[in-house]
């Protein structure tokens, strides 16, 4: 798929103004304990029977990238950069669950630096939908009008823990994920798209900060997240959380914004 998805670039190759309309499905899909003990770890999830609300989007992930690299999607998925997720957990999803997995596009809009999409997964058991899950991707088009964001501005809150950020972040949780984009592992890839080394993957991020409130979470919730700046590897972050449910990570000594996230309570 990532050697399709790189012919995509190639100039020359046509593409719709329009998205897909299909629909990627893939049923009784079931966990591999050692695979989700392996995430578990990578992300700092403790051991359990329990899913984390971020691992049903590792199972749905070769789905959408199966759909975001189709000829007929208006984009190489090459290059779309994730700004954000949603992710609802409507119940707790046993890892002995087996689970029905399905992904489409939707709402193709334009946005102040391009143009913005968002890939929709779902997972259902015996025809319930117990988790749903909105990425979306941004398709970089000429410059943005404005200056510094006013995100970037803000002065960050006190941290409650601060992480140091090997390079193997990024390997491991390309195992981990499936996703094996260079920038997330590779210097030299990294460079290819403009960046001075590997940057984390930001579902990884996501996980990261969700790992760090658990025990605290309830049984069913929302959880939104904006990637801001991209975390490089190395690096050290500083992760802050306040009892309105709201969540960051910056830069330690930077200050400067990675992620911004909510948790609301359903």
Not at 79 to 102: C, K, M, Y
Request: glycine share 8%; hydrophobic share 40%.
């Amino acid at each position: 798929m990532f050697a399709r998805a790189a012919i995509g670039l190639v100039p020359g190759f046509n593409r719709p103004g329009w998205l897909p309309e299909v629909v990627l499905d893939r049923s009784g899909v079931t966990v591999d304990r050692t695979h989700l003990a392996d995430y578990n770890r990578v992300c700092g999830f403790r051991l359990s029977d329990t899913l984390p609300a971020t691992y049903p989007h590792v199972l749905a992930f070769p789905l959408a990238f199966r759909l975001m690299s189709r000829r007929d999607f208006p984009f190489p998925v090459v290059g779309l950069v994730h700004v954000a997720n949603r992710i609802e957990l409507l119940r707790p999803i046993d890892a002995g669950e087996p689970l029905d997995l399905s992904v489409h596009a939707a709402d193709l809009r334009e946005h102040p630096r391009g143009r913005q999409l968002d890939v929709v997964a779902t997972a259902s058991v015996g025809g319930e939908v117990v988790w749903r899950d909105v990425s979306t991707y941004l398709r970089r088009e000429g410059k943005a009008a404005g200056g510094r964001r006013e995100a970037d501005q803000t002065e960050p809150p006190a941290a409650s823990a601060r992480w140091r950020l090997s390079p193997r972040v990024g390997t491991d949780y390309a195992r981990a994920s499936g996703d094996h984009n260079p920038i997330h592992t590779s210097r030299l890839g990294a460079r290819l798209f403009g960046f001075a080394r590997p940057i984390a993957h930001g579902m990884w991020s996501k996980a990261r900060c969700l790992a760090a409130l658990e025990g605290r979470l309830p049984d069913a919730y929302t959880v939104e997240v904006s990637f801001k700046l991209p975390v490089f590897l190395p690096s050290t972050v500083a992760f802050s959380t306040t009892p309105e449910w709201t969540f960051a990570l910056h830069g330690a000594k930077s200050g400067k914004p990675h992620l911004t996230g909510t948790v609301t309570p359903t």
